[in-house]
């Protein structure tokens, strides 16, 4: 197989893997908020249930789960419940969730308490207080821990072929196996480093776009 | 009538006792300093009548409405705790400006929320909002120019000085013109040589129809600009009355020994 053959066929997988790493961030990085308010719940049962959740699933490979999520259902219901790539999406948003949650929720416990008192006594209303007070200082509190995540997220990607989702690994590892070439699999090292270096550059970017104020 | 009558306030954080029946009555126009130690209950006061805290017991009523009765059964929503709020104005010790807003938009933030959520309400047409919205800022933009801040009006708070940013906190807390404006030993936080700017800026404040309640520890203020002074002690109101009376012809021990400590250790 030629250089530009394996390329293309590399390309191929390496679209999935962009497909996962696109929908996790879409689906994980709100639905984290939403887990956040709930480990944040003044109401006990919620945060106690909440909270449980997220022990489970940060407890837990993520390989594991893309697993329970594919053949869980069938064990339980005698049906499948998801095709072999919505199983992995489904598994990763969960898992991201959890995992940007906590990040959240360090940030946002990280605001000094006199920023939401401010807003209380100029008569802002809870989520006025949020989303004009605190979550842009949030945000700028967050991108390094963020950064990091993500760039785990690009890697994470690989366990997709734990089900046989042919991402960007599987895709190398077929060729490995068909063709009897070594190559590819160290090639592909190239896809991930230029992707991760892509999202470094944009991570620079938006702090130093959050850097005209401090605190 | 009194602009402001608290009745009996009471409030305890777990087992500690942290006031005891504060009763006093305020007329508009006048300023109120607080003094007395630390641990005497003078923040919880404040902090009490700007609902950051709820008192256990008692009554507040401003300008004859009641705003808050530990008697009452009624629960009050969101929108009637916002509204017994912005009776209220609250300079902290610690500024808590906005970090990511300039200058003149912390001072307009909060007026132009409320602004908005009347756009919801009821339909304005796009003059009306420019005409309302253009209002908040010109507003801002005069109360920047009372304290003194017309050059700093596009800064970031942390491009201030501490003297500075208590004085845009002030600008902000004046925006949305609350019947009290209290402070919150608003100089504690600043450098000796800031101390002046601000206390000035408060001083010049005072005016016939503005209210003001100042939790502090320069003695010198509060015996140059208060019209009335309460001396707090171990959450009750230990002694009551204008400058001369506290300073110089009181016979209250606790009073009397609370002057003579240096001030770093009140």
């Keep these: ?215 | 009538m009194p602009i402001l009558e608290v009745k009996n306030l009471y409030k305890k954080f777990e087992k500690v006792d942290v006031l005891k029946g504060i009763s006093f009555t305020l007329e508009k126009g006048q300023v109120l300093a607080i003094i007395g130690s630390s641990g005497s209950g003078k923040t919880t006061l404040l902090r009490c009548l700007n609902f950051l805290e709820t008192a256990d017991k008692g009554q507040i009523i401003v300008a004859g409405k009641t705003v808050f009765d530990s008697d009452s059964q009624k629960v009050l929503n969101e929108q009637e705790l916002r509204q017994n709020r912005l009776h209220f104005g609250l300079v902290f010790q610690s500024f808590n400006l906005f970090p990511q807003y300039s200058v003149h938009k912390n001072i307009t933030l909060a007026a132009e929320l409320l602004e908005k959520e009347r756009w919801k309400e009821n339909k304005c047409s796009n003059e009306e909002k420019k005409t309302a919205l253009s209002a908040i800022s010109e507003n801002a933009d005069k109360l920047l120019a009372q304290v003194g801040l017309t050059d700093k009006r596009d800064s970031y708070p942390f491009e201030l000085s501490g003297g500075q940013q208590q004085r845009a906190a002030i600008a902000r807390a004046l925006a949305l013109s609350p019947d009290v404006l209290c402070f919150d030993e608003p100089t504690s936080a600043l450098d000796p040589g800031l101390t002046g700017e601000v206390l000035k800026v408060i001083k010049n404040l005072k005016s016939s129809d503005r209210t003001m309640i100042v939790v502090t520890h320069e003695m010198e203020f509060a015996k140059n600009v208060a019209d009335e002074i309460i001396f707090m002690s171990d959450g009750i109101i230990e002694v009551r009355g204008d400058a001369a009376h506290i300073f110089e012809n009181s016979t209250n021990e606790k009073l009397n020994a609370f002057l003579l400590k240096p001030p770093e250790e009140m």
């Design chain 1, 1 to 215: 197989m030629s250089f530009m053959e394996v390329t293309l066929q590399l390309l191929d997988g390496f679209k999935t893997t962009l497909l996962i790493f696109g929908v996790t961030l879409v689906f994980a990085l709100p639905f984290g908020l939403v887990i956040t308010f709930g480990s944040m719940s003044k109401f006990t049962p919620l945060r106690w249930l909440t909270r449980t959740i997220v022990w489970i699933i940060r407890g837990t490979p993520l390989m594991l789960q893309i697993i329970v999520v594919f053949f869980g259902p069938g064990l339980i219901l005698g049906m499948q419940a998801f095709p072999r790539l919505t199983a992995v999406l489904v598994a990763f948003v969960i898992n991201y969730s959890a995992y940007f949650s906590e990040i959240y929720r360090g940030g946002i416990e990280s605001i000094p308490q006199g920023q939401f008192e401010a807003g209380q006594v100029l008569g802002m209303k809870k989520p006025q207080i949020f989303f004009h007070v605190i979550l842009l200082q949030v945000i700028k509190r967050i991108v390094p821990p963020m950064g990091n995540e993500i760039i785990t997220l690009v890697k994470d990607t690989s366990l997709a072929r734990v089900i046989a989702v042919t991402e960007l690994v599987k895709a190398a590892q077929d060729i490995v196996g068909l063709k009897a070439i070594i190559w590819p699999i160290f090639y592909i090292g190239a896809f991930y480093l230029l992707f991760s270096g892509i999202l470094t550059l944009i991570f620079g970017y938006v702090e130093k776009r959050l850097n005209y104020f401090r605190g």
